[in-house]
């Protein structure tokens, strides 16, 4: 992987575009992929995230180092996990039922939501991230490293590289990486647990992680 990871992103909806803008803006290359049903992607992503590229599902899994994941939660599994083997995947996904209406095979299943799709792909490095905030709220924040308002973002998965990696590009967006260990402990990112939706420093998202970890040892 070069220096600066090529960055695939899926879903050119509120928070892929936003992810985009801020990313090109970065210094990244970008690649997105759209859902079938958005014509005209080309001209829209030339006005909402100029500068990125709009390429089809092969060819953005060909170029990115990093994919992100940026789909209502529902259609996660319609993006290519097969072809994801040794990528850098960020799930930014949300179960959020009063978005995705109640999943009965998710509400039934003990793991975290971003381990049920990693299992889409055990040979995909799978970081839970760039979930927990509104896109709004990445895009209206981004801070120089060391402001003392500077935001934070959590990165949990099973691959301390692929964290790394991930930390280093949140760093480059403007927050704070908050490196939250396993992929297990992104319960405490999902809807309805304390850090989602919540501006935090890296001390208080620390110390809320540390405590949804004690809750559930
Ligand atoms: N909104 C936020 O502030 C925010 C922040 C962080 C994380 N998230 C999470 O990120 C995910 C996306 O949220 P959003 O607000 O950006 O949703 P959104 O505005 O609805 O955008 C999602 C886009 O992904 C498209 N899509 C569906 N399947 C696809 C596929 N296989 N390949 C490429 N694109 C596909 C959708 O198209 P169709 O309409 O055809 O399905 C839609 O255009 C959600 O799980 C959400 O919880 C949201």
Redesign the pocket.
Known sequence: MADRPVIGI?????????LARLLVDAGYEVAL??????TALDLLVSVVAPGARVRT?EELVREADVVV?????G??A??PWDAFDGKVVVD?????PP??GHIAEIDADERTTSEVHAALNPDARVVKS?????????EDDPMPAGSPLRRALAVVGDDAEARATVARIIDDLGFDPVDGGALANGRALE?GHPAFGRELSAAELERLLAAERAVAA
Do not use: C, E, I
């Open positions: 899926f879903g050119a909806g509120k928070v892929g575009t936003a992929s759209g859902s079938p049903r958005q599902p994941v940026a789909v209502p939660f259609k996660a319609s993006v930014a996904t949300n179960y959020w978005v995705d760039l979930n927990h905030l509104g896109y709004h709220d990445m809807p």
